[in-house]
């Protein structure tokens, strides 16, 4: 099929990879490494087997009509690999350096389809990670084992120090009690993350970099509670197995479609519905600016940040979003924040 089979054989199977790819669900490291080798392929197809010579691109009636059905095919297929089944690969979460590569395939005139994918198949993922996780607890949380969470063997509380660094293994993430770590000790160490950060973490995950904030022993009861944070400049997305988020990549979407500045005028409508979109995804008002930060600064007008707060209440935010957004809005523009203010 690579040397001389047709684009459209060709297509069919780059169909039944990917189809093969999702269904391994694969988690960790295992899944960052099968996407490099997928995108890998892919690349190697559009550089190669799918490559148009840009002369003969701008040239529409160049060669014969047997000439022109096969280069139109080749300029067809390779828009469906990168469009379709890349972004389709994606969108579930992957490494920064994978939505880096699609970018640099994006097909000439492409750039807000390609983006428009990504956001929308991102956002999916979201909708349907928050109804399985609203529907049962247990997908991403460890039954308490018969003989409980104490681990035979393991360094005793009391020779654990605050400051150290240590690495571990989840053995518990769940909204009501956050995450926890094997990292050594006879007891689990409690990451300490923002509110919802929790999703990010899957029983199995390994994690390095973490270091020892709190050690707290009760002689009465003989509990003993170990809090653990993330050491600096680690990155949440990057160190949770793999797991960066289907909201990282719609963030790296926008923050990518919207880059140009020159061009983001012309894309404004299209750039204020992905990021209302993906603005609505955030549990907390504290994250409103790094939200606008996506879109680049400084907005083009007024009018801009009234769509953006319009476009983002439609969505039905958190109340919190909700609120930093009309804050910020009445920073500019009041009477248009009186409007909007539900």
Partial sequence: ?????????????????????LKMDLAGAERDRMLATVGGFFKHLLDDTLAVAQAVARDVKHGDKEFEKDRNDRITQGRELVLTHWAGLLVR??????????????????????ATALVDGAVECERRTAQADSKSAAM???????????????????DVKVGSVVSGVVTNSSSGFGVFFDFGCVRDGKLNVPQG????????????????????????????????????????DAIAGGHASARAVAQRA???????????????ATLTTLWAKTAAL?????????????????LSSPKDGVGLVDALLKHEPCKSLARAALTWLGQQCPADAVRLWP
């Fill in 1 to 21: 099929l690579l040397v001389g089979g047709s684009t459209r054989s060709l297509m069919a199977m780059v169909r039944v990879v990917v189809a093969r790819v």
């Fill in 282 to 298: 955030e549990s907390d008002g504290s994250s409103f600016d790094a939200c606008l930060a996506l879109l680049g600064a400084p």
């Fill in 254 to 268: 926008i923050r990518w479609l919207a880059a140009p500045a020159e061009l983001r005028q012309a894309r404004q």
């Fill in 93 to 114: 979460g992957c490494p920064e350096a994978e939505t880096d590569s699609i970018f640099a395939y994006c097909p000439e005139g492409h750039n807000m389809a390609l």
């Fill in 140 to 158: 991403r949380t460890q039954r308490r084992p018969d003989e409980g969470w104490a681990h035979t063997g393991g360094i005793p509380v009391e």
């Fill in 197 to 236: 950060d929790w999703k990010k973490y899957h029983v199995g995950d390994h994690v390095d970099r973490m270091i020892v904030n709190k050690v707290d022993i009760s002689h009465k009861t003989g509990t003993a509670f170990i809090e653990l944070l993330l050491a600096p400049g680690a990155d949440a």
